[in-house]
């Protein structure tokens, strides 16, 4: 078989498909992240897999960051968020489950579309590390700036008049 070059690809017959040689590979990294949209305070980690081990490393992560807290997450109902051998870590993160198919009840849904639109919009990643450097610039970003991330996540229905 005689691979084309690059140049030969635009050099086919009218009528004649060229061939082209390529291998699609994906490779994945997966972002979690848990928000108050009251005060803007973010607990995130990129990690390899979506399983309850990464997402208990994740509630034991939010646990170490706020010790004198109880942590409450509003949570769709992803298996991994609701598998019999998650860790819940001590003081208890509890969560409460979104209805079905009700992503935009859920403040960090905003998040992810602010950080597409923002920082992914238009760009093209020579590798996944450097798409992870990029979500991690993210991050911290709305990491250091609370009022900016309150300022998509917190919706008028939750905002409570005392």
Request: proline share 9%; with cysteine.
């Amino acid at each position: 078989m005689r691979y084309l070059r690059r140049r030969e690809l635009t050099d086919a017959p009218p009528g004649v498909r060229p061939v082209a040689f390529a291998q699609v590979e994906r490779e994945y990294s997966y972002a979690y992240a848990a928000l108050s949209p009251f005060d803007g305070e973010l607990v995130s980690l990129v990690l390899p897999t979506v399983n309850a081990e990464m997402m208990s490393l994740f509630l034991e992560e939010a646990s170490r960051q706020y010790p004198d807290e109880q942590v409450v997450m509003i949570m769709d109902q992803a298996g991994w968020h609701k598998a019999k051998c998650l860790n819940i870590p001590d003081p208890p993160t509890g969560g409460h489950w979104l209805p079905p198919y009700s992503p935009e009840l859920n403040p960090v849904e905003h998040l992810w579309k602010e950080i597409r639109e923002k920082w992914f919009y238009n760009r093209v990643f020579e590798s996944l590390k450097a798409v992870e450097i990029q979500l991690v610039k993210a991050l911290q970003h709305y990491l250091s700036s609370p009022a900016e991330l309150s300022s998509f996540t917190l919706f008028p229905w939750m905002q409570l008049d005392y």
